[in-house]
């Protein structure tokens, strides 16, 4: 699992005209799953994730409850060293993908993160405003 975590002073996501989430100073994360993953792989990135000190003077989400929009991002596994047009291979197919996306959310949520999300499979018009900017790529 691949997390590309960005430290946002506000960032939302809208699906047809609707706000489906949206936080305020926490973290915008984007997160993409390839074919090996497991559940435990989910749980461990949502810890690693919300103990981040990614925040100001090296603090985490954890140390200050601040708020995660996890966004599902097929797009993390796309490659395109070989010509222009890139390669959806290495991700997971959306059947495999989404309950660990959902098992991510969940684990962040077990341990007292409030979360917001996208909507799986849905196309998605992701506004942030970053701050720093601060982005960091977690892999497991």
Do not use: C
């Amino acid at each position: 699992m691949r997390a590309l975590v960005q430290t946002v002073s506000r960032a939302s996501v809208t699906v047809d005209d609707e706000v489906v989430g949206k936080i305020e100073e926490g973290l915008l994360v984007l997160v993409g799953v390839t074919h090996d993953d497991t559940a435990a792989k989910a749980a461990e990135l949502a810890r690693k994730t919300h103990e981040l000190r990614i925040l100001d003077n090296e603090a985490s989400a954890a140390d200050l409850g601040a708020p995660l929009l996890v966004v599902s991002q097929f797009t993390l596994y796309g490659d395109a060293r070989k010509g222009r047009r890139p390669t959806w291979n290495a991700a997971a197919p959306a059947e495999v993908a989404e309950p660990l996306v959902t098992a991510y959310v969940e684990s962040l949520r077990a341990r007292g993160a409030t979360v917001e999300t996208g909507r799986f499979r849905a196309h998605m018009l992701v506004d942030s405003v970053n701050v720093g900017p601060r982005t960091i790529l977690l892999e497991l």
